[in-house]
T-cell receptor
């Protein structure tokens, strides 16, 4: 049973570019959340998707957008990249019904913006 | 708003010594409490959680945490650490409102020395 998988694992972009990160949730999970983890800090909630819609959102600008597909996989898009967007982006999946907050995380996509 | 404070950014200990990683939270409503562990170059893994009931919760690898409502704390302890426990430990909370949005502390790096 595959866990949460993310791609790419590492990528380098320059300021102003756009990036798309991908996530496949753990088998049987229907909810995907995205977190940004800057160096030396804890993960910060970006947004959560369920039934192909954004269910809730953290304090991130509109440059950060996402999508969830019918197979529950998800994408995170960041436009007009800034140096401060350099971070580890973590995808986490869960089952909405009956969940008490336990999330299963992928290994992350490390984005470097030059 | 909720917040989580991990007072120690790094805790160095010798192998087989006891350790305590401190976590305090702030919330005006009831929360669920979690400890996640992040090994080098990996995603986060759930270590243990407090939902309700006994205030002392244990993990399968010897860690335990005690929920103290009056002190709004959820400190993590282990009576005897191993080299393999070297990792980053994150305390997190989520509201009991089905939001499943985790709010993380800044993390504590546990460094176990031989």
């Amino acid at each position: 049973d595959a866990g949460v998988t993310q791609s790419p694992t590492h990528l380098i972009k320059t300021r102003g570019q756009q990036v798309t990160l991908r996530c496949s949730p753990k088998s049987g999970h229907d909810t995907v959340s995205w977190y940004q983890q800057a160096l030396g800090q804890g993960p910060q909630f970006i947004f959560q998707y369920y039934e192909e819609e954004e269910r809730q959102r953290g304090n991130f600008p509109d440059r950060f957008s996402g999508h969830q597909f019918p197979n529950y996989s998800s994408e995170l898009n960041v436009n007009a990249l800034l140096l401060g967007d350099s971070a580890l982006y973590l995808c986490a999946s869960s089952l909405l019904a009956g969940n008490t907050g336990e999330l299963f995380f992928g290994e992350g996509s490390r984005l470097t913006v030059l | 708003a909720q917040s989580v404070t991990q007072l120690d950014s790094q805790v160095p200990v010798f192998e087989e010594a006891p350790v305590e990683l401190r976590c305090n939270y702030s919330s005006s409503v009831s929360v669920y409490l979690f400890w996640y562990v992040q090994y080098p170059n990996q995603g986060l893994q759930l270590l243990l959680k407090y939902l309700s009931g006994s205030t002392l919760v244990e993990s399968i690898n010897g860690f335990e945490a005690e929920f103290n409502k009056s002190q709004t704390s959820f400190h993590l302890r282990k009576p005897s650490v191993h080299i393999s426990d070297t990792a980053e430990y994150f305390c997190a909370v989520t509201l009991m409102d089905s939001s499943y949005k985790l709010i993380f502390g800044s993390g504590t790096r546990l460094l176990v020395r031989p």
